[in-house]
């Protein structure tokens, strides 16, 4: 779009055509306001009548050579606050575990943990190590017990009946867990991605 008009003048109300850029014909007329950005600037805000009184700006027109200059405001897309269950959704998912059954290794979990995406997160990774075999012993690696602590040994910290007691291996393991990825979905994100915790 070209813009032909006689003056420019601060503050004042000029007629302006706007003239297709290919055809040359004029197709619409409007009056707008041009206004200084600054007093001793070149550079100038034009308003139409309409914009003036919703207050929105439209172009800059540099006053030496009148050429127009778009310049929309972008629109800010907002940014969600994430809640602590999407961002551990945001570190990984796994499928629903279920409500564990009474007595079982899973139901003292549940107690630590609680229900949803970070139990859910827990099941699926140790599913994986151990299938929360307290007894659960890699003869390669030495790694042992429902985490899978790599010396076993490790878990005495949690208490001495650390090589028996599910009890204690899962309150290490959830230590060390909170301790190296913040939580059961940090770690199962981890081991999905490279293939232990």
């Known amino acids: ?4 008009f006689a003056t420019l003048a601060a503050g004042a109300l000029v007629g302006i ?22 007093p001793s600037d070149a550079i100038y805000q034009v308003y139409t009548a309409e914009e003036l009184a919703q207050g929105q700006e439209i172009a ?12 929309p405001e972008p629109t800010p897309t907002p940014t969600p606050t994430p809640t602590e269950e999407s961002k551990a959704k945001s570190s990984a998912s ?7 059954d009474p007595g079982t290794a899973q139901a003292i979990a549940i107690t630590y943990v609680g229900p ?6 827990l099941v699926a990774l140790w599913n994986k190590e151990s299938h929360w075999n307290v007894f659960a012993n890699n003869a390669s690696s030495g790694a042992y017990g429902i985490p899978q602590a790599l010396p076993g040994e490790k878990m005495a910290s949690a208490g001495a009946d650390w090589a028996t007691n599910p009890d204690t291996q899962i309150r ?3 230590g060390y867990i909170q ?3 913040g939580t059961p979905c940090g770690a199962w994100g981890h081991s999905q991605s490279v293939g232990w915790y």
């Not at 779009?1 to 032909?4: C, G, P, S, V």
């Not at 055509?17 to 600054?38: D, H, I, T």
């Not at 796994?94 to 564990?100: D, E, F, K, M, Q």
């Open 1 to 4: 779009m070209k813009l032909a």
């Open 17 to 38: 055509n706007l003239v297709g850029p290919y055809s040359g014909m004029v197709s619409q007329s409007q009056a707008f306001e041009v206004v200084p950005l600054k």
């Open 60 to 71: 800059a027109i540099q006053a030496d050579n009148f050429d127009l200059e778009m310049e």
């Open 94 to 100: 796994a499928p629903a575990a279920g409500i564990p």
């Open 116 to 121: 949803g995406a970070e139990f859910d997160c």
């Open 172 to 174: 290490w393991g959830l």
């Open 179 to 181: 301790g190296r990825y």
